[in-house]
């Protein structure tokens, strides 16, 4: 379970030396692309960069890289194994992101990294990943309502967890698109701790520079995707500036090219699978703000005049189902929900019944085919590739059943080869 707090970690740590310095990311929506920006652009500097994001996608050490590549499996349990030694020795009794959150920061001063790119778990004031006390420079993405039951049921609540990965002297890149209740409370930890003045990134691309404004021109991004990206810009630039010599902003643009965020907006083949030769979209939208962000780009992208969306979807326990999918769903759409499986490492988070999903459909007029699959996510595919007959398929509502259909092409590939091979 979640437990808040940052005394274990520091019992965890307190012996543990941390030569590296960090980007620290916090928000609702958005941080982990930031991340995956940051990263990208401080290794194609020639940087040597670690990123630890949450939740894993596929195994539960695809969390952590180094140098922009995932970090080997035997090295992680090595490292974890001593960490969780470590806590039963102390009798710490540190939770599982806790000692994750150890793991990650071990292996980042064993492979010698400079600077780390870290992902809040949840809030930031009170999160594990806090115990980061001289950051190159912190970035607050946008800011919505989730994990009420922990951070509070306002935004203003909300925004007061997130504020605290705010540091003193430290510069904090903002995105400004977020509603002014939230600015004002960024505004005020920033002045409280002494930190810079906030760096604002609003929605005006004409007043970057020259080299970031032709990128964003030449690119192919929804309006989200530019304004994450430019975050994580600022940021890098900010962090470069520690650097010596720092890299120039065309080498940091070059890295962002190269960026993979998997599982956000990302189009997949499930011929191996399913036989469906059309392309499907996945995207790890799990709250009202992403569903509404997915929801825009499948009607400006996806979409194709008078035909249904077929969803598979899918939700964990405690989500505002409603809110989520009145952004998604149209009345003609076909809809199978499914239930995602166990959660590695995460045995606290369960997935919602397929029938909570339906019941939600049926409330907003969902017409078209309403499907169960349970808990067979194999199952889900082949039911939406049978309804959808060609058209379009998205797959969302969890990043943990993204997870799942990932896994299981995965699994799939690997078996063609070892077939291929016998």
């Not at 004031?125 to 806090?130: I, S, Y």
Request: with cysteine; hydrophobic share 40%; aromatic share 4%.
């Amino acid at each position: 379970m979640i437990q808040p707090g940052l005394a274990r970690i520091h019992r965890l740590l307190e012996h543990s030396h941390v030569p590296w310095r960090a980007v620290h990311v916090a928000g609702t929506n958005g941080k982990g692309s930031v991340c995956a920006y940051v990263s990208a652009m401080l290794h194609a500097a020639n940087i040597k960069v670690g990123r630890f994001t949450s939740p894993h996608l596929i195994d539960r050490w695809d969390c952590i890289t180094i140098e922009e590549k995932v970090i080997d499996e035997s090295k992680f349990r090595k490292v974890e194994h001593a960490v969780k030694l470590r806590d039963s020795a102390a009798h710490i009794e540190a939770s599982e992101f806790e000692l994750l959150t150890a793991t990650a920061f071990e292996l980042f001063t064993q492979e010698k990294i400079q600077v780390g790119v870290v992902e809040v778990g949840v809030g930031g004031r009170q999160d594990a990943t806090n115990i980061i006390h001289n950051p190159l420079a912190t970035v607050i993405t946008k800011i919505g309502k989730d994990h009420q039951s922990l951070l509070g049921t306002t935004i203003e609540d909300i925004a007061s967890h997130k504020a605290g990965i705010i540091k003193p002297g430290v510069a904090c890149v903002v995105d400004a698109t977020n509603q002014g209740s939230v600015l004002q409370v960024l505004e005020a930890t920033a002045q409280h701790v002494g930190a810079k003045p906030l760096h604002r990134i609003t929605n005006h691309v004409h007043e970057e520079s020259t080299d970031l404004q032709k990128y964003l021109a030449d690119s192919d991004l929804e309006s989200h995707q530019m304004l994450n990206l430019r975050l994580g810009y600022h940021a890098a630039m900010i962090a470069a500036q520690h650097i010596d010599p720092p890299p120039g902003s065309l080498a940091l643009l070059e890295g962002a090219r190269r960026a993979c965020w998997p599982g956000r907006l990302q189009t997949l083949d499930l011929r191996e699978l399913t036989g469906r030769k059309e392309p499907v979209v996945v995207d790890g939208a799990h709250n009202a703000q992403s569903a509404a962000v997915l929801g825009s780009y499948v009607n400006k992208r996806v979409r194709t005049e008078s035909r249904p969306v077929t969803w598979i979807v899918g939700a964990s326990i405690g989500k505002e189902l409603q809110e989520l999918f009145s952004s998604l769903f149209q009345f003609q759409d076909n809809i199978v929900a499914v239930e995602f499986g166990p959660v590695d490492g995460m045995p606290w988070v369960s997935p919602v019944s397929s029938a909570s999903i339906l019941k939600v459909a049926r409330s907003l007029a969902v017409k078209g085919s309403l499907q169960y699959a349970g808990q067979d996510v194999f199952r889900a595919l082949q039911l939406a590739t049978e309804t959808a007959a060609g058209d379009p398929i998205v797959i969302g509502g969890s990043l943990y059943l993204v997870s799942d259909v990932l896994r299981l092409l995965r699994d799939s590939e690997c078996a063609k080869v070892s077939s291929s091979s016998a």
